[in-house]
């Protein structure tokens, strides 16, 4: 009789797999996100109009 069986071996190896997934995430690469202003989409009118009646001052003053 073997020392450890076949569900015995699945359940050794499903840990295992969590645990290495745990690691990933937790020393994997971080990602960066840079949060940009809102993406207009085409129902928002008022976005649009407002967007086209800004000087290109202030648009460069809030994109900094």
Do not use: C, Y
């Amino acid at each position: 009789m073997p020392l450890l069986e076949l569900p015995h071996w699945l359940i050794i190896a499903g840990t295992l797999l969590v645990v290495v997934g745990v690691l990933g995430l937790a020393f994997g690469p971080r990602k960066v996100v840079e949060i940009d202003e809102p993406e207009l989409l085409p129902g928002d009118l008022d976005a649009w109009k407002a967007e086209q009646n800004r000087s290109p001052e202030e648009h460069h003053r809030s994109a900094a």
